[in-house]
């Protein structure tokens, strides 16, 4: 089933993801489109970033682990600024640790309840076996996010009974009207984004510490997976999700 983006009045989103780049892979050419189209869209990463340095490393420490999580936050506040992002959050989890505790969800309902978007998108709590573009779908800190926002969306978010400490620091229940989710098992929602595309190249590029050394290839897989999935929904270009209503 295709549905298309429509927004016939100014809104807020929020994008939830564990790391830098992980909107900018997954849905970076449907957060720029909202955008555009006049929607508030906001941005929330959960980890640090601590541990995207190199797979040679061998200086793991504190100092370097900092230098890395500078670089990433600095080249995502970029890439947020080339899509029309509001703003970026950062939780700083550690990276590469991240699991769907209670602290992270009361984190997530307190950023949800501040934010009070009307769509949320984050990442599938869920593996597929997929063969292709198997990375976002089998991080655990991909899998830990997807599993925490979904659970401080419904119910946490909405009910007054949790987190109550949140009521006394004056954040009110908060229900999100639509949830969408990448990578996931299941597809019923295509966004056209042939328009936003090369946006989404560029906010990539802005990665310059994970994608520099092999840009080329990473635009070409990026346009190749784009234009794949618009031609399973008869458009130019496209990024999937499953998209659910919150009746």
Known sequence: ??????????????????????????????????????????LAVCTDASGGGSDDARDVGPLARRAITDTRKAEQRAAAAILGLRDVFFLDYPDGALVPSLELRRD???????????????????RTWKPSY??????????AAGAAVMAAMYPASQ???????LLAEGLEPHKVGELFVTSAPEVNFAVDISSTLDVKIASLRAHHSQLGADFDRVEQRVREWAATNGQAHDLPAAEIFHRAENG
């Open 1 to 42: 089933m295709l549905f298309m983006s429509s927004s016939p009045s100014p809104s807020v989103a929020l994008a939830i993801v564990a790391h830098p780049d992980d909107a900018e892979f997954g849905c970076a050419g449907t957060l720029a489109l909202w955008a555009r189209e006049g929607w508030q869209v906001y």
């Open 159 to 165: 009910n007054p009974w949790d987190f109550p400490e």
């Open 134 to 143: 198997s990375v976002p779908r089998h991080h655990p800190d991909h899998l």
């Open 108 to 126: 997530l309902v307190r950023l949800i309840r501040t934010v009070r978007p009307a769509r949320l998108l984050c990442q599938s709590p869920e």
